[in-house]
C-alpha cells in the first residue's frame, strides 16, 4: 500500500468519527423556528414546547419567530434565504410545500430545490362540522346531503382561507354527491369559528382541535372526519370513508424544513433530536389536547412523503379544475 492509499484509507475510516463529533457538538448561538402563522395558534402548540426541549442541546439558545402573512409564504422565502448553517428552521403545514404549488401562478420558492426535510413532528385531521345554522336533526354525510339539495342557496361552507386542503375538502365532497356548494373563504380559523358558534354559517371544514372543544360542550357537531380511520380523539363520528366518500381522506403533517445545502450531519442531528423530544409523555399529553398526534419520521422518509403528497394533490387540484391563484 504506498502513502496515498494509507491516507485516503485514513480519511474514510475516520469521517464517520468527525461526523459523529460535529452532528453532537451544540449550535454556536441562537437559532430560530420561522412559523408563518400568528403566535398562540396550533403552530405554536409544536414549535415553543420543542423549542424548551432543544435549548442547550442543539444550539445555545432556540427562540421561535413568527412571520405572518400571505398563508405561510412569507415565512417559507426567509427561510429559503437564509444561510445553511442550521441556525434558521422552517416550521410549516405540508399544504404550504405540496399543494401551493399547484395553486398559485408563481411562487418564489422550490420545495424540492430549496429546502432540505428534517421531519415531520405531528399529524392532524379535519371534521366537517355543523353549527346551529344547521337543523339539528342532521347528523350524518348524507342528511346534510339531502338538506343542501333542497336548500341550494343556502348550501354553503366556510373554510378558513382561499385554496386550503379544506377549501379542497369541500369541493370534492360536492363534486362526488353531485352537488353545487357555494364555499365562503375566511381570513383564518378564529373568524371562522367565531360565525361557526353564532350560527352564521351552516357547516365548515376546519382543523380538528380547534373545534373539538366545542363539539365536546354541544356547541357544534361533528359530521364526518377526514382520516382514513375514525380520530382517537372523536372516536364516535364516523369518517366520510365510512360514509361513502372514498375518496376523501385528507391528513396533514406540520413539517421542519432546513434551507438547501445544511449539511446533512446538521439534518440529522436535528432530526434525532425532535424525535427524541416528541416522544417524551409530557409533549404527546399537551399535543393530544388539542387533537395532534406526533410523528417523527427519517429526513428520508420524510422526503418521499412530501413528494408523495405534491403528485397527490397535482391530481386532486386537476379535477376539480380550481382556478389558479396569483
Given at each position: 500500500m504506498d502513502r496515498r492509499q494509507f491516507m485516503a484509507g485514513l480519511a474514510a475510516g475516520s469521517l464517520p468519527w468527525m461526523l459523529s463529533r460535529r452532528a453532537s457538538a451544540e449550535l454556536a448561538g441562537n437559532a430560530f423556528i420561522i412559523s408563518g402563522f400568528p403566535a398562540g395558534g396550533m403552530?405554536?402548540?409544536?414549535?415553543?414546547?420543542?423549542?424548551?426541549?432543544?435549548?442547550?442541546?442543539?444550539?445555545?439558545?432556540?427562540?421561535?419567530?413568527?412571520?405572518?402573512?400571505?398563508?405561510?409564504?412569507?415565512?417559507?422565502?426567509?427561510?429559503?434565504?437564509?444561510?445553511?448553517?442550521?441556525?434558521t428552521i422552517l416550521q410549516i403545514p405540508g399544504s404550504i410545500?405540496?399543494?401551493?404549488?399547484?395553486?398559485?401562478r408563481a411562487l418564489n420558492y422550490d420545495p424540492f430545490a430549496d429546502f432540505a426535510p428534517v421531519t415531520t413532528t405531528c399529524t392532524y385531521v379535519y371534521s366537517f362540522t355543523a353549527s346551529a345554522a344547521l337543523p339539528a336533526d342532521i347528523r350524518t354525510v348524507d342528511d346534510f346531503i339531502a338538506w343542501a339539495r333542497a336548500n341550494p342557496t343556502t348550501a354553503s361552507y366556510g373554510v378558513p382561507a382561499a385554496g386550503s386542503p379544506l377549501h379542497f375538502a369541500g369541493m370534492m365532497l360536492g363534486r362526488a354527491a353531485g352537488l353545487q356548494l357555494t364555499a365562503v373563504p375566511y381570513r383564518g380559523g378564529a373568524p371562522l369559528l367565531t360565525d361557526m358558534?353564532?350560527?352564521?354559517?351552516?357547516?365548515?371544514?376546519?382543523?380538528?382541535?380547534?373545534?373539538?372543544?366545542?363539539?365536546?360542550?354541544?356547541?357544534?357537531?361533528?359530521?364526518?372526519?377526514?382520516?382514513?380511520?375514525?380520530?382517537?380523539?372523536?372516536?364516535?363520528?364516523?369518517?366520510?370513508?365510512?360514509?361513502?366518500?372514498?375518496?376523501?381522506?385528507?391528513?396533514?403533517?406540520?413539517?421542519?424544513?432546513?434551507?438547501?445545502?445544511?449539511?446533512?450531519?446538521?439534518?440529522?442531528?436535528?432530526?434525532?433530536?425532535?424525535?427524541?423530544?416528541?416522544?417524551?409523555?409530557?409533549?404527546?399529553?399537551?399535543?393530544?389536547?388539542?387533537?395532534?398526534?406526533?410523528?417523527?419520521?427519517?429526513?428520508?422518509?420524510?422526503?418521499?412523503?412530501?413528494?408523495?403528497?405534491?403528485?397527490?394533490?397535482?391530481?386532486?387540484?386537476?379535477?376539480?379544475?380550481?382556478?389558479?391563484?396569483?
Open positions: 403552530g405554536d402548540l409544536v414549535s415553543r414546547p420543542l423549542a424548551e426541549k432543544l435549548r442547550g442541546r442543539y444550539a445555545t439558545n432556540l427562540l421561535v419567530d413568527n412571520k405572518v402573512g400571505a398563508g405561510g409564504r412569507i415565512a417559507t422565502e426567509f427561510v429559503k434565504r437564509a444561510g445553511p448553517d442550521g441556525l410545500m405540496t399543494l401551493y404549488p399547484h395553486i398559485y358558534l353564532a350560527g352564521v354559517i351552516p357547516v365548515s371544514f376546519n382543523v380538528l382541535g380547534e373545534v373539538l372543544p366545542h363539539i365536546r360542550s354541544g356547541k357544534l357537531r361533528a359530521l364526518a372526519v377526514t382520516s382514513a380511520g375514525r380520530s382517537p380523539f372523536l372516536p364516535e363520528v364516523p369518517t366520510l370513508v365510512e360514509q361513502g366518500f372514498a375518496d376523501i381522506v385528507l391528513e396533514e403533517w406540520l413539517g421542519w424544513f432546513l434551507p438547501a445545502r445544511t449539511p446533512p450531519d446538521i439534518v440529522q442531528r436535528l432530526n434525532i433530536l425532535v424525535g427524541e423530544s416528541l416522544r417524551a409523555p409530557d409533549l404527546i399529553e399537551s399535543l393530544a389536547a388539542s387533537a395532534l398526534r406526533p410523528r417523527p419520521v427519517a429526513p428520508e422518509e420524510f422526503s418521499v412523503m412530501v413528494r408523495q403528497d405534491f403528485d397527490r394533490w397535482a391530481a386532486i387540484v386537476k379535477t376539480t379544475g380550481f382556478t389558479a391563484m396569483d
